[in-house]
């Protein structure tokens, strides 16, 4: 039973039953000492003005107040757990508010903000012990004179950074201290009362989240297509970590990669950098484990070419040789339908060829002696041919002057090689239909080699040599530029159409573009000096950006791997882009764990973290709501979490 002790100008105290009268004693000590109302009794008789007290008067008594509730042993017991559950309350109703929520709007079909205060204030626990209240009204006048914003409802924000604010100090040990003291004082021997009194704060906690979860479950067990916070709330995300796992090898995103949300990649950020060797190191290796996959994607896609070569220097010796190869065979298999035709006497007939010395002489003397000189040489072989100026020469010369052709323009002088290009086609509409049909078989082939070798530029290149010397056009280094970054999207087609055209030879030299290319894109995205906690190169959405810009114009990166694989390519950037491209200027909004955390930081601080259980409860509480949060990132799946909330787990 209860011992009752009178205490004037306080009223009754209650002390639980078995403490001794001299426990009583020193716990009434330290009550803080009783303010008075004037009454009929203590009232003075002076007037408050500027006139100075007479002798015998009695002044009215200072500071009025209304009388106080007698202070019970029980209240100062329940302010052990009514704090913390004020301050954990009010840390997390703004999120649990969002919860509750989300689940009207679905079920009622209203659209109200879901960070309305309406909904927070629900989950928002009010202290009755007035105990609870003094120390609470002490942290609220210690962070309201430090100049710090809002956080926890009329108490005050508690940013980490609390503990650097100048005015903090004098006032806690002023407002806070005296507050505290008294409470730990009067209740140091009362173990057993606080351990039974501690018990509540779990009840009330469990009380508060189970009926948003409830509300959330039965919202979405009405909609079967996944709608509200199944669908509407995470397309984009369900969307991109579909798409990772549909990669070549397979990916994951976390939540702030899979949502792009400001505050939740703020979080992941500020976690992984405060607590990277414990509880933020997951987050740190699904970053880096994301960053592989990317680095993985690249070799399988080199892999899938069937490139069996490294270097730009050995694929320019594999594509040259095929070329080379394809060519002689070709020439050769023309030099056998000449020889017949020749045997035959079938190329000895006689041509006019005066639609090519008319053109020629169209040209003006600077175009033919400075611009294109190739006019006077060719004009200069008819003369040779025909010494008696007759203005006809045999089929057999003919070719002769279009064997001299090919030899001597120059494929980089663009004026010299329209004008040769212009006289082949002469000499050809010429010999039509003429000689017999042996050597129209062998005009047939030179035709053909003449459309697939010679007449488009970027394959007539890779066979010819420099003017005047034994070096190649192209060096073996830059084959691959040629063929595929420099030329067009028609240049890259012809090159592709003459190799595969070239058997299995030719078939692998395309190969080895093909391959050379994805390890042209790898070699650009990872030329950063950054890398990751594994030690490898940070793949960069900017340069892959770049280099994709630069090989994929006019449709040439759909014609070098087809249309499905250009899309992987895609997917794998965007992918990319991603993981390695967080938001500009990320900050946390969300008053989710990250607050949580700063604002439990700053209590522990606090005078009030002196009291028996408080801090441990307080830290435990921060590292499970950051662990589980941190759980939750990692493991990230949109269309899951609509599922579980769905089958109200």
Do not use: C
């Amino acid at each position: 039973m209860a011992q009752i002790v009178e205490v004037i100008g306080v009223g009754n105290v209650e002390f639980p039953d078995g403490m001794s009268k001299e426990q009583i004693g020193a716990a009434l000590q330290k009550l803080p000492k009783p303010k008075f109302e004037p009454t009929a009794q203590n009232r003075g008789n002076v007037i408050n003005t500027d006139v100075p007290t007479v002798v015998g008067s009695q002044p009215n008594a200072v500071n009025p107040q209304p009388p106080a509730r007698p202070v019970s042993m029980m209240d100062r017991v329940k302010s052990l757990y009514e704090v913390p559950t004020a301050v954990v309350s009010s840390a997390a109703a703004p999120f649990l508010g969002v919860g509750a929520g989300i689940a009207e709007n679905i079920m009622q079909g209203t659209s109200k903000r879901v960070d309305s205060p309406e909904f927070a204030q629900r989950f928002q626990y009010q202290p009755t012990s007035p105990v609870s209240q003094d120390i609470l009204q002490g942290l609220g006048s210690a962070l309201e004179a430090s100049k710090i914003p809002p956080f926890i409802g009329s108490i005050g924000a508690i940013p980490s950074f609390i503990q650097k604010a100048p005015n903090v100090a004098p006032v806690v040990q002023e407002s806070v201290m005296p507050a505290a003291n008294r409470m730990a004082g009067a209740l140091r021997n009362e173990g057993q009362m606080i351990q039974e009194a501690v018990q509540p704060v779990t009840n009330r906690v469990t009380q508060a989240v189970e009926p948003v979860t409830a509300r959330i479950a039965e919202a979405l067990r009405k909609e079967p297509t996944m709608s509200g916070v199944g669908a509407a709330a995470v397309p984009e995300a369900v969307t991109r970590v579909e798409m990772a796992k549909q990669l070549r090898v397979p990916g994951r995103l976390t939540k702030g990669m899979a949502e792009r949300e400001l505050g939740q990649q703020q979080f992941e950020s500020d976690i992984a950098k405060q607590y990277p060797d414990t509880i933020g190191k997951p987050l740190i290796v699904a970053k880096a484990e994301a960053n592989d996959t990317i680095l993985q994607n690249f070799d399988a896609f080199v892999d899938a070419t069937g490139k069996e070569t490294f270097g730009l220097r050995e694929t320019g010796k594999v594509v040259d040789a095929a070329l080379v190869k394809q060519a002689k065979e070709a020439k050769d298999e023309i030099n056998k339908a000449y020889k017949l035709a020749r045997e035959a006497g079938e190329t000895q007939e006689l041509i006019p060829y005066g639609t090519i010395t008319q053109y020629i002489e169209k040209q003006t003397p600077t175009v033919r002696a400075k611009l294109a000189p190739i006019l006077d040489a060719v004009d200069e072989q008819l003369k040779l041919n025909d010494p008696d100026n007759l203005g006809q020469i045999s089929i057999n010369q003919l070719d002769d002057v279009y064997k001299f052709i090919n030899q001597n323009f120059d494929p980089s002088d663009a004026v010299g090689m329209m004008h040769a290009g212009e006289m082949k086609r002469l000499i050809n509409a010429a010999t039509a239909d003429k000689g017999g049909k042996l050597y129209q078989t062998a005009r047939s082939l030179r035709t053909a080699y003449g459309n697939q070798f010679e007449d488009v530029g970027a394959v007539d290149k890779l066979l010819r040599t420099k003017k005047g010397t034994t070096d190649r056009a192209v060096a073996f280094e830059d084959v691959f530029r040629h063929s595929i970054l420099d030329g067009s999207r028609d240049d890259v087609a012809a090159i592709g159409l003459t190799l595969k055209k070239g058997g299995p030879q030719g078939q692998q030299a395309w190969k080895e573009l093909q391959g050379q290319t994805i390890q042209h894109i790898k070699d650009k995205v990872t030329s950063s000096i950054d890398v990751d906690s594994f030690g490898n190169p940070v793949v960069s959405p900017a340069k892959f950006k770049s280099v994709l810009n630069e090989i994929d114009q006019d449709g040439k990166l759909d014609y070098i791997f087809g249309k499905k694989g250009a899309e992987e390519i895609r997917n794998l950037y965007d992918y990319t882009f991603n993981v390695n491209a967080p938001l500009k200027g990320a900050v946390n909004y969300s008053n989710t764990a990250s607050a949580i955390m700063r604002g439990l930081d700053a209590i522990s601080l606090l005078p009030l973290s002196r009291v028996i259980g408080v801090k441990q409860g307080l830290e435990k509480i921060k590292e499970s709501q950051i662990k589980k949060q941190v759980k939750e990132s990692v493991d990230y799946e949109p269309g899951s979490m609509a599922d579980e909330l769905r089958k109200g787990k």
